[in-house]
């Protein structure tokens, strides 16, 4: 069974350039997050998706971050105009739905802003 | 808020040398407790998932228990492929996401 698939593997963008991921899901698994990961840092939530909906996007800053789920399987995050904070990984993982099961994670995303 | 502490931050032992990682966790209403690995330059590997006290995981040199306040990852004899960082991971009754640690960077010398 594949596993959660990101591309990007690595980006390297100037600041105030626009830059988005992509992630493709377990199969069958409905629940999406997105998580960011500084270095030496453990991963902090930026988005939950249940299916196509967005349930848990406290965490997003929403003036340069946007996401999307379309069809309730891939998702995309995309950050408009990046800023040199912004350089960390970026992890998506899935699970199943209305279970206190484990999330699998993709490889990840490593963002570098110059 | 579910917060969740890790110590030490960093534990170098060598080849065979046991011991334990802590995980300690505060939640309101304790879901799972899970306990991942993290290559360089990977995603977190899932290795364990905790429901209640008392329960105890077992994978190879790895062992996950639990109580009502903290997790326990006891190493024993491990290897150099042991190295990695160990994150633990908690979800609350009502919240689906995962809170993290910061992370146990473990390294093991041969």
């Known amino acids: 069974e594949a596993g959660v698939v990101q591309s990007p593997r690595y980006k390297i963008i100037e600041k105030k350039q626009p830059v988005a991921f992509w992630c493709n899901p377990i199969s069958g698994h409905n629940t999406l997050y997105w998580y960011l990961q500084n270095l030496g840092q453990g991963p902090e939530l930026l988005i939950r998706?249940?299916?196509?909906?967005?349930?848990?996007d406290s965490q997003l800053p929403k003036d340069r971050f946007s996401a999307e789920r379309l069809k309730g399987v891939d998702s995309t995050l995309k950050i408009q105009p990046a800023e040199l904070g912004d350089s960390a990984v970026y992890l998506c993982?899935?699970?199943?739905?209305?279970?206190?099961?484990?999330?699998?994670f993709g490889q990840g995303t490593r963002l570098t802003v110059v | 808020e579910d917060q969740v502490t890790q110590s030490p931050e960093a534990l170098r032992l060598q080849e065979g040398e046991s011991s334990s990682l802590n995980c300690s966790y505060t939640?309101?209403?304790?879901?799972?407790l899970f306990w991942y690995r993290q290559d360089p330059g990977k995603g977190p590997e899932f290795l364990f998932t905790l429901y209640s006290a008392g329960e105890e995981k077992e994978k190879e040199r790895l062992k996950a228990t639990l109580t009502k306040k903290e997790s326990f990852l006891h190493i024993t004899a491990p290897k150099p492929e042991d190295s990695a960082t160990y994150l633990c991971?908690?979800?609350?009754?009502?919240?689906?996401?995962?809170?993290f640690g910061q992370g146990t960077r473990l390294t093991i010398n041969p």
């Open positions: 939640v309101s209403g304790l879901r799972g």
């Open positions: 998706y249940e299916n196509e909906e967005a349930v848990d």
């Open positions: 993982a899935s699970s199943q739905r209305d279970k206190n099961t484990e999330a699998f």
């Open positions: 991971a908690v979800k609350g009754q009502g919240a689906q996401k995962l809170v």
